[in-house]
């Protein structure tokens, strides 16, 4: 039978374990109310950004056809893919349940493919449970993005873009793929794989049957104020950073998320453990008073003889 002092200390170092739990539970339901109001605010946005973009970018194109003259920003540019670069986006802790397992395996399942494809990958890492993932793989990383949990925001976005989009200006790569978690609830992120460059094209709408296909865009219905060189110049740019924060915004989100059901299931599990316990240590304390008063009686039996 295990000793009473033990099961005590036990029961004392789960239920210690399970207020570190239950707080930590809190902070992240109380940061993740938060940070769900900021990426509902911004995926719209960011959505339509791109969509604006794609479509001007069609409409360029277009009208390129049709001049035989090309005039597009540098980060449009489509090339032969021979070289991408993976921004893996995790987080700097654990205690998460598989956020970061999902993240990692997709993350390595896209560069085995891309490599199996005759790509070159490049990866560069936001967040430290990244990083420790593939240096003790020992693969090695084009760039590491630290402190960026800590300081979260439209500015740390543009660094992030300013780094990331280096590469692909010179030529060293010829396509960027994001992986993060895609928040959909505090139970729910969906691991996504998303270019951000080159653009995904304008898709064509579906057809009824019997309807003839119409272009995909009309030149004609977009009119460019001062001109379209100066609309990219500022629209490519903000398209970028827009579309980083929101899947900064978005694994943030994510993160809290599943730290919050992972923090609600080890609570929950340790009132069952608490429970267990409690049953294991009333049966030694019962068995303990027994064998007692049986030596009690056997002692007074002893007497009378």
């Known amino acids: 039978m295990a000793n009473l002092k033990q099961i005590r200390r036990r029961i004392s170092s789960v239920k210690s374990t399970q207020k570190i739990t239950r707080a930590m539970k809190m902070v992240a339901g109380a940061r993740l109310t938060r940070a769900q109001q900021r990426i509902v605010a911004l995926r719209p946005y960011a959505v339509e950004t791109a969509k604006v973009l794609a479509e001007v970018t069609a409409a360029g194109e277009a009208e390129a056809d049709e001049s035989g003259v090309e005039s597009e920003h540098p980060l449009l540019a489509r090339r032969p893919v021979k070289s991408v670069l993976l921004l893996v986006i995790t987080s700097d802790r654990g205690q998460c349940g598989a956020f970061n397992t999902n993240i990692l395996r997709a993350a390595e399942r896209e560069r085995r493919e891309r490599e199996a494809a005759g790509q070159e990958v490049k990866i560069a ?39 990331v989009l280096t590469p692909f200006l010179r030529g060293e790569v010829d396509s960027i793929q994001v992986v993060y978690n895609e928040f959909k609830s505090a139970m729910t992120q969906k691991v996504t794989v998303e270019p ?81 316990l409690t049953l294991v240590y009333n049966r030694a304390r019962q068995a303990a008073i027994t064998t007692e008063l049986m030596e009690i009686i056997g002692g007074a039996e002893a007497l009378k003889d």
């Open 125 to 163: 890492v936001i967040g430290r449970k990244g990083r420790d993932f593939y240096q003790r793989r020992k693969i090695p990383l084009f760039h590491v993005f630290s402190g960026i949990w800590e300081k979260l925001g439209p500015e740390t976005a543009r660094v992030v873009a300013r780094r």
């Open 196 to 276: 951000l460059f080159p653009l995904a094209p304008v898709k064509a709408p579906a057809l009824a049957k019997g309807e003839e296909a119409a272009p995909l865009v009309n030149k004609d219905e977009f009119l460019f104020e001062p001109n379209k060189e100066a609309l990219l110049e500022r629209l490519v740019p903000m398209y970028v950073e827009i579309s980083l924060l929101r899947a900064l915004y978005e694994s943030m989100a994510s993160e809290l998320g599943a730290r919050m059901t992972a923090m609600d299931s080890a609570t929950k599990n340790a009132s069952e453990v608490i429970g267990a």
